[in-house]
């Protein structure tokens, strides 16, 4: 596999706060909601309402906001490619976990059912 030190890092410093409103705007463009956003975000990281608005608001890094976050027990189930890596591959825990955020908002984008998108049984 390549090295992807470089690209690890770069992830880790980039500020959540930056990719948040492309987030939004990916969902609303396919006919989701902000709050839809919101509840594949939380069953990701367990962040509620309040406490996602605090981490926007203290434009904390990628880093920080996943080495907040109670990462779902059933995260590991999330497969599939994800900007040409596939997540259950990516070696980085917090390169990983971005990716596992990318691929849920990619899959609410595209319509995918809710209880499918949060690996519900």
């Known amino acids: 596999m390549k090295?992807?030190?470089k690209h690890d890092e770069r992830i880790a410093k980039m500020l959540f706060a930056s990719?948040?409103?492309h987030y939004v705007t990916k969902v609303e463009k396919k006919g989701r909601t902000k709050e839809e956003l919101h509840q594949v975000i939380?069953?990701?990281t367990a962040y509620n309402e309040e406490t996602l608005q605090e981490l926007l608001e203290a434009r904390v890094t990628f880093e920080t906001f996943f080495e907040k976050a109670t990462l779902n027990p059933n995260a590991h189930l999330i497969k599939g490619v994800i900007c040409g890596y596939r997540v259950e591959e990516i070696e980085?825990?917090?390169t990983q976990q971005v990716r596992y955020l990318d691929k849920l908002v990619d899959e609410l984008a595209r319509g995918r059912k809710m209880e499918k998108i949060l690996r519900e049984p």
């Open 3 to 5: 090295d992807t030190s």
């Open 19 to 21: 990719v948040y409103p």
């Open 42 to 44: 939380e069953w990701l």
């Open 92 to 94: 980085n825990s917090l």
